[in-house]
Structures are given as structure tokens and as C-alpha cells.
């Protein structure tokens, strides 16, 4: 049985780790579009790229894991489902719980890494890369600034300069900002220069204009020394529930009592989805038998019919916390508990056949 079992193990951490290759890509092709929309216009280099990909897996392996986990069993389950080793195996006087104990070994090892990738992996690598994020948008986007080229590395902001002396000073300088639609500026001014200021960039601007547009009013300000500050960075400069540990979103929740929910909801979601593991010890093999002979694509249709139906009832049960409807702990483990009755009762009914 050891040599079965092992035969079955190795099967299944090659499923995995293809699994989560695939997962990881897929999910990542987002977030570095997003990006690169940003990053493109300053210039960044292919090791700025590399860091930023790194920082993000950490992210991504929160997710992919439970899911990768799932594929996995139903990838090699149902291979050998295909290939009757499962009823050879049965046959033999395997029990279906000796069959499924290989996908258990794997589901505590998946939980164990999610844990680390939830609670510390996971908030450092996102802190990370906001801070390299900023970095590269802060120290490079100067640089972009060329003379007599429109620059919309920022957004909403548009940036021209007549001439530019040195890499720090400018000459006839051209700003339209458009962050406020409801009050948009125009600001002209004869010379300036460029100050980096931590994580956001001011220009230092002299002897110019303001003009302002507010509904149906127009101003303008004339202006000896101007300073127009920017924070270059893709979302807001307050730090993100994602960027916490669990043990920061509980001390959050007390210091912000108006926004305890969210924080409430995230801290329960970082336990949620590694104990996805022990639901899916008991629902890959289960899954793969009910299957049939489907093959590897009925085991990839199914684990990702799977997790849509769990992400589903999880944002049901979080809007229906958020409209105040279910107490934070019932609401956020509502998905969990649901699947896993699902999976407890389709395996026990297995292992009695």
C-alpha cells in the first residue's frame, strides 16, 4: 500500500505544481496588463518587471493553491478513474479512504503553505510591491519628461515642457490637471523644477497662471511660486486591507470601529482559504469516481465549476454581512461550511459502496 501510495503522491504533486503554473499565469496576465499601462509610459526595466512579478506571487498562491489542489486530484483521480486502476484498487481491498489518503498528505502540506502565504507571505509580498510600484514611478517618471512631448505617465495629469536645461529644471511649463472633474486647472508657468518628495513628486513651479473651471465659473490666479504635488502611484497612498497581517486587521477593527467589517471579513478570509484544503481532501477524490470516465478535461470543467459555485455563495455571504443581515463570522464561513457539508456527505457515501 505504501508503494501505491506513493506512485499516487507523486502523480499528484506533478498535477499540482502544472496546476499551479497554469493558475498563476492566467491570474497574473491581469494584474501586469494593469500594470504595464502605467509602468510603459517610464521606462521601466525588465528587472523592475522581474521584482514586481515576484512580489505578486505570494498573492496569487493564496488562490491558487485550494484550486490547484482540486485540479490536481481531479486531474490524477480521474486519470486513473479512466484507466479502471480505481476499481483494480477497490478490488483488491483498497478502501475508498486508503485510495483518497495520498490526496490528504498533499491537502496538509497545501494548508500548511497557504497558512505562510496568507498570514505573512501574502501581506509583505503586496507591501512590497506598492513599494516598488512607487519607486519606479517616483525615480523615473522625471525622466520621461521630454521637451515639446505631451507626458501622460500620471493619470488624469497632462505634462508639457518648452525646454528642459537640466534633468530637475524646466521652461515653459504646461500642466492640465483633471483628477477633480468637477474642478479642473490649467497651470501655466514660465520655469520650474522638478522635487521628489518621498513616495510622491512636486514641481516647484514660477511666475505663472492658475486657471480653474467649476461648473459654469471660471478663475484665474496669477502666481510668483506654485507647488504642485503628485503621488505617482496606481491606487491610494492608504495602506490596504491586503497588506495586513491578521493580527494588524484585528488591531485595525479596534482603532477603526466605522470600517470593523471589512476588516472583520478580510482577517476571516485569510483563514477561510487555506482550510479549503481539508474540504478538498474529501471532495477531489469523491469528485473524480461521480465524474466517470470524463478524463482530464472533465476533472478541469468540474474543479472550476467548483470553485465559481464556492466564490459565489463567499461574495453572497459578505454582501449579506455588509447589508447587516449575518453576524462577520457566519457570513465569511457560510461558503465554507455549505461545501463542506457537500463534500462530507458525497464521501461518506462513496466509501460505504
Not at 205 to 231: C, P, Q
Not at 249 to 257: E, N, T, V
Not at 292 to 316: E, I
Request: hydrophobic share 45%; proline share 4%.
Amino acid at each position: 500500500m505504501l508503494l501505491i501510495h506513493r506512485s499516487m503522491l507523486k502523480e499528484l504533486l506533478t498535477a499540482l505544481l502544472l496546476s499551479i503554473l497554469f493558475l498563476n499565469f492566467t491570474l497574473m496576465m491581469e494584474k501586469l496588463l494593469r500594470l504595464s499601462r502605467i509602468l510603459s509610459g517610464v521606462g521601466s526595466s525588465l528587472s523592475d518587471i522581474a521584482k514586481i512579478i515576484l512580489y505578486l506571487q505570494p498573492q496569487l498562491l493564496i488562490l491558487t493553491i485550494p484550486m490547484a489542489m482540486l485540479l490536481s486530484a481531479l486531474l490524477a483521480y480521474g486519470r486513473m478513474n479512466a484507466d479502471n486502476e480505481l476499481v483494480i484498487l477497490k478490488v483488491s481491498g483498497m478502501s475508498f479512504r486508503d485510495i483518497s489518503a495520498p490526496v490528504l498528505y498533499l491537502g496538509l502540506a497545501c494548508f500548511a503553505l497557504s497558512l505562510v502565504m496568507s498570514f505573512y507571505l501574502g501581506p509583505k509580498g503586496s507591501g512590497l510591491m506598492r513599494a516598488k510600484v512607487t519607486e519606479i514611478l517616483t525615480t523615473r517618471a522625471p525622466m520621461t519628461i521630454e521637451e515639446g512631448i505631451f507626458n501622460t505617465a500620471f493619470k488624469d495629469i497632462v505634462i508639457l515642457v518648452k525646454e528642459k536645461p537640466a534633468p530637475d529644471k524646466l521652461a515653459g511649463v504646461l500642466i492640465v490637471d483633471e483628477r477633480k472633474k468637477e474642478d479642473q486647472k490649467v497651470i501655466t508657468a514660465k520655469e520650474g523644477r522638478i522635487v521628489p518628495e518621498g513616495e510622491s513628486l512636486s514641481f516647484s513651479l514660477g511666475n505663472g497662471h492658475v486657471y480653474m473651471t467649476k461648473k459654469e465659473t471660471f478663475t484665474d490666479i496669477g502666481f510668483g511660486n506654485y507647488h504642485f504635488k503628485l503621488n505617482p502611484t496606481i491606487e491610494s497612498s492608504e495602506r490596504k486591507n491586503s497588506e495586513m497581517t491578521p493580527p494588524e486587521l484585528i488591531k485595525a477593527s479596534r482603532q477603526f470601529p466605522d470600517r470593523k467589517t471589512q476588516f472583520f471579513l478580510e482577517f476571516h478570509r485569510r483563514l477561510s482559504m487555506p482550510a479549503i484544503c481539508f474540504i478538498i481532501i474529501l471532495l477531489g477524490p469523491s469528485l473524480s469516481l461521480m465524474s466517470g470516465k470524463s478524463g482530464r478535461m472533465g476533472g478541469l470543467t468540474v474543479g472550476l465549476s467548483v470553485f465559481a459555485v464556492y466564490y459565489s455563495l463567499l461574495l453572497y455571504g459578505e454582501n449579506l454581512v455588509r447589508s447587516g443581515k449575518l453576524p462577520h463570522a457566519i457570513g465569511a464561513w457560510m461558503s465554507f461550511f455549505i461545501l463542506g457539508a457537500f463534500a462530507l456527505f458525497i464521501f461518506e457515501r462513496l466509501n460505504k459502496k
